[in-house]
Nanobody, 129 residues
């Protein structure tokens, strides 16, 4: 398992932006598919965005499409989730999950976080005026 650590959460007003980071201290994220998922109070977990291990494929939930962008900086061993035009319904604990397989090298699925062996503890995003 990777020691995943998320950061970048906080309190932001509606319409604002945040950039979340997912990194693994002492371990490389190279070739790992990363999924960002969230859990809002009283709701089920929801896959938000994912990127394949080769960075050739990414996917977004309909609820965040056009507002969120996932990216990887290999030199910094970090995967980011840039969140723009945040809405109160984006309030949640955000986690990253990592997994590596021949399939996830080329594609990813937002529901796959359940099967990934490594999860971070999360970072809280609160969108409120």
């Amino acid at each position: 398992q990777l020691p995943l650590v998320e950061s970048g959460g906080g309190l932001v007003q509606p319409g604002g932006s945040l950039r979340l980071s997912c990194t693994a201290s002492g371990s490389t994220l190279a070739n790992y598919s990363i999924i960002w998922f969230r859990r809002a109070p009283g709701k089920e977990r929801e896959g938000v965005s994912c990127v394949s291990g080769s960075d050739s494929y990414s996917s977004y939930a309909d609820s965040v499409k056009g507002r969120f962008t996932i990216s990887r900086n290999s030199a910094k061993n970090t995967v980011y989730l840039q969140m723009n035009n945040l809405k109160p319904e984006d309030t949640a604990d955000y986690h990253c999950a990592a997994g590596r397989s021949p399939r996830t090298l080329l594609r990813c699925s937002l529901e796959d976080y359940w099967t990934m062996p490594s999860w971070g503890r999360g970072t809280l995003v609160t969108v409120s005026s």
